[in-house]
């Protein structure tokens, strides 16, 4: 066998070289999505939402550590928050945070991640986001965050509180919704969408509908209790009311079976009573005695 010269091993390195950077290359431009959520990193939720996605992009998991529920859009500021690496989820990169959901997308975006990613997503919820849900959840919260900062964001939510709930049809609508954005080149960077699936097998479920919100509250009732030293407390318990009959809303049709897809704004203003208020009232303050 002839030993191989310079000439050769020169062209092996240059090869070797290529290759690599090609590689490279690739990862760079693989999609990045940050994928976080109220319910804490153990959650089985937060590794459904993982499982079904994680060979679409580079996926990095910041969760909080413990169950945020209802905490809404709130951050923390009266104390130092802690962030902590964790091996939970196989090759995936994955971080605890102290905080509030809201908190998890504000450190990874700040501190954690080199650029911002592709999409947020935010989930798998236990238990409804839909109607008035939107308020007070904070899987969705830190999905509006994320869309605040110029991220897509989905929030996904299965009609099911329980630990033990089946999250086989929740991951198949999850990853056909990640697929379809990510193979959206001109999506709008603020974009945020309410996901909410119902519960059962795939075959059960009647379809996808783009909704509205529904108009509809919960009715709250304080249980009022007392302690072994004769103090008060409360549980907060009620009953959710919808007051909207349309077809087109998110509570029709999750109980017709149907996955609601609502596209959540994050401008709050009321364009109706702004109108409304600028003819009746914008000349007339300055002019007027009280």
């Known amino acids: 066998m002839q030993e191989a010269g310079p000439h050769f091993s020169f062209r092996l390195i240059l090869f070797t070289f290529v290759i690599q950077n090609h590689t490279m290359a690739d990862n760079t431009n693989r999609p990045i999505i940050l994928i976080t959520n109220d319910d804490g990193v153990t959650a089985p939720g937060i590794h459904n939402l993982v499982e079904a996605v994680k060979d679409l992009g580079d996926i990095i998991v910041v969760a909080p550590d413990k169950p945020q529920s209802g905490m809404g859009h709130a951050i923390t500021i009266g104390?130092?928050?802690?962030?902590?690496?964790?091996?939970?989820?196989?090759?995936?990169e994955s971080w605890q945070i102290t905080g509030t959901p809201v908190d998890c997308v504000k450190l990874a975006v700040d501190k954690l991640l080199k650029r911002k990613p592709d999409l947020c997503l935010s989930g798998i919820n236990h238990g409804p986001n839909h109607s008035i849900n939107v308020i007070y959840s904070g899987t969705m919260s830190a999905a509006m965050e994320a869309a605040i900062e110029g991220i897509p964001s989905v929030g996904f939510s299965l009609m099911d509180h329980s630990m033990e709930a089946d999250f086989a049809a929740?991951?198949?609508?999850?990853?056909?919704?990640v697929s379809k954005l990510l193979a959206t080149p001109d999506k709008d960077k603020h974009m945020l969408l309410n996901v909410n699936i119902p519960c059962?097998?795939?075959?059960?479920?009647?379809?996808?509908?783009?909704?509205?919100?529904?108009y509809a509250k919960y009715q709250e009732d304080f249980d009022e209790r007392r302690d072994p030293r004769g103090g008060k407390y409360y549980?907060?318990?009620?009953?959710f009311v919808n007051m909207d009959k349309g077809e087109d809303t998110d509570v029709w049709a999750l109980n017709h079976n149907f996955v609601s897809i609502v596209p959540v704004s994050i401008d709050?203003?009321?364009?109706?009573?702004k109108k409304q208020l600028e003819e009746k009232w914008s000349k007339t303050f300055l002019n007027e005695t009280v």
């Open 79 to 92: 104390h130092p928050l802690r962030m902590n690496k964790v091996k939970i989820f196989e090759e995936v």
């Open 170 to 177: 929740a991951r198949i609508i999850a990853r056909q919704i």
């Open 200 to 214: 059962g097998e795939i075959e059960l479920i009647a379809g996808v509908k783009i909704c509205r919100q529904a």
């Open 235 to 239: 549980w907060l318990t009620g009953e």
């Open 268 to 273: 709050f203003t009321n364009y109706t009573l």
